[in-house]
C-alpha cells in the first residue's frame, strides 16, 4: 500500500538558518511528488511537486526539494528561514485518480 | 478568479445528526475531491467526483455520500455523525487527469 512517513512531528529553526524536513515514501511505480504548506485555519498550498526528470525541483517562496529514489526519500530544504514560514508542512505521493496520499505533517516553528 | 469556495467555514452537530457541506470549484476546473483532515493528521482522501460521478473513493463508510452538479460544484453528506468525524473537510478541484489541485480553506466540522 501507499505511504507517506514524515517523521519529524515538530522541528524548531532559528530564523536565518537553514531547514530540511524529511519525507519518505512507499509506492511501488514512479512516483509524483508533492510538498505543500498548511497556515493555521487555511487549506493547503502547493510548494513544489517532482513527476520526472531533473531531480532536484524548485518551488514557492523559496523552497527546493530533491528527490531520491535510491533512498526513498523527497526531503524539502530552504537556506534561509522566514518568521513567516511557520507553518504545517506536508508531503504527499500522488497515486491513481489523482488521489493524493499524504504524511501526517511537520509543524515548524521558528525561533526569533 | 475565485478559487475554491466552501460552506459553511464552520459547524457544530450532535451525534446522530447528518451534515451537508458545499464546495465550489475553481473557475474552469471539472473535478471535485474531498479530504477529511483530523486534528495532527494529514488529510485522507474520501472521494472524488467528475462528470456528477464518484470516479474513486477512499476507505471510508456508506454513511459519507457525495453529488456533483452541472456546474461542478459539489457537496459531502455525512448521516449518523460519529464523535470522530470531528475534522477539518477539505475540498479540492482539478481538470481531470491533473495533479493540479487547488484546496479551500475548509469546513471545520466539530460533533458534539
Known amino acids: 500500500a501507499q505511504s507517506v512517513t514524515q517523521p519529524d512531528i515538530h522541528i524548531t529553526v532559528s530564523e536565518g538558518a537553514s531547514l530540511e524536513l524529511r519525507c519518505n515514501y512507499s509506492?511501488?511505480?514512479?512516483?509524483?511528488l508533492f510538498w505543500y504548506v498548511q497556515s493555521p485555519g487555511q487549506g493547503l498550498q502547493l510548494l513544489l511537486k517532482?513527476?520526472?526528470?531533473?531531480?532536484l525541483v524548485q518551488g514557492i517562496k523559496g523552497f527546493e526539494a530533491e528527490f531520491k529514489r535510491s533512498q526513498s526519500s523527497f526531503n524539502l530544504r530552504k537556506p534561509s528561514v522566514h518568521w513567516s514560514d511557520a507553518a504545517e508542512y506536508f508531503c504527499a505521493v500522488g497515486v491513481s485518480f489523482q488521489k493524493l496520499v499524504f504524511g501526517t505533517g511537520t509543524r515548524l516553528l521558528v525561533s526569533p | 478568479d475565485a478559487g475554491v469556495t466552501q460552506s459553511p467555514t464552520h459547524l457544530i452537530k450532535t451525534r446522530g445528526q447528518q451534515v451537508t457541506l458545499r464546495c465550489s470549484p475553481k473557475s474552469g476546473h471539472d473535478t471535485v475531491s474531498w479530504y477529511q483532515q483530523a486534528l495532527g493528521q494529514g488529510p485522507q482522501f474520501i472521494f472524488q467526483y467528475y462528470e456528477e460521478e464518484e470516479r474513486q473513493r477512499g476507505n471510508f463508510p456508506d454513511r459519507f455520500s457525495g453529488h456533483q452538479f452541472p456546474n461542478y460544484s459539489s457537496e459531502l453528506n455525512v448521516n449518523a455523525l460519529l464523535l470522530g468525524d470531528s475534522a477539518l473537510y477539505l475540498c479540492?478541484?482539478?481538470?481531470?487527469?491533473?495533479?493540479?489541485?487547488?484546496f479551500g480553506s475548509g469546513t471545520r466540522l466539530t460533533v458534539v
Open positions: 517532482y513527476f520526472s526528470g531533473d531531480t
Open positions: 479540492a478541484s482539478s481538470l481531470v487527469g491533473s495533479y493540479g489541485y487547488t
Open positions: 509506492y511501488g511505480a514512479t512516483p509524483y
